[in-house]
């Protein structure tokens, strides 16, 4: 079993929808949680960091983590077609300088 | 800020050959960089964890000896894929840690995509 599981996708949704992208993972040590944005050919962008369970929210972006479930998700309101991209989570269980565990990615699309 | 480079973006090169990809902080100091190869519509995978000054860490099934990494300066990481294989063909991107910084945010570079043929 990977530590990180993620669908892959495709997702596609109309512009103006409610996008909901989800993590589950296994290691209970993790403790930080990203997501990232990725376009194609480019490297992956930071959208959101949370540490531990909660909520955090940035404009359009919502991240959520539920660690008794091991269960992320990243909610994106108002769905633009320039958000169509691969969303990766990522985890670590350190702080400073540790190395992230990546799920496979959900590719998203956002139709005009 | 935060802007990592890599170089070249892409690579063609015969099988045998030696290939070698740079990593760059510009705006800042890197005291861990990271590397990550990324096959089509799969996941990052880490291969390694350099940290300025000493030897990298590599992940379990990934040849040191193939995959030669050197991180000589706070701004600067090498990774050089020996004796190249289409096999070796990938998506290879570079993340680096800033210095200084408690959380751990990493920020990469645009990859680089090597074509082995």
């Known amino acids: 079993q990977k530590e990180v599981e993620q669908d892959p996708g495709p997702l596609s949704v109309p512009e103006g929808a409610i996008v909901s992208l989800n993590c589950t993972y296994s290691?209970?040590?993790?403790?930080?949680f990203m997501w990232y944005r990725q376009y194609s050919r480019k490297g992956p962008e930071l959208l959101m960091y949370t540490y531990s369970s909660g909520n955090k929210e940035d404009g359009r972006f919502t991240a959520q983590v539920d660690k008794s479930s091991k269960y992320i998700s990243l909610f994106i309101r108002d769905s633009q077609p320039s958000d169509s991209a691969t969303y990766l989570c990522a985890m670590s269980a350190g702080n400073s300088g540790y190395a992230l565990n990546f799920g496979k990615g959900t590719s998203l699309l956002v139709t005009p | 800020g935060a802007v990592v480079s890599q170089h070249p973006s892409w690579v063609i090169c015969k099988s045998g050959t030696s290939v070698k990809i740079e990593c760059r902080s510009l705006?800042?100091?890197?005291?861990?960089m990271f590397w990550y190869r990324q096959f089509p519509k799969q996941s990052l995978m880490l291969m390694a964890t350099?940290?300025?000054?000493?030897?990298?860490?590599?992940e379990q099934g990934v040849e040191k000896d193939k995959f030669l990494i050197n991180h000589a300066s706070l701004t600067l990481s090498t990774l050089t894929v020996t004796s190249a294989h289409p096999e070796d063909s990938s998506f290879y991107i570079c993340s680096a840690h800033p210095a200084g910084v408690s959380y751990n945010e990493q920020f990469f570079g645009p990859g680089t995509r090597l074509t082995v043929l």
């Open positions: 350099s940290n300025e000054g000493s030897k990298a860490t590599y």
């Open positions: 705006d800042f100091q890197a005291t861990t």
């Open positions: 290691n209970s040590a993790f403790q930080y």
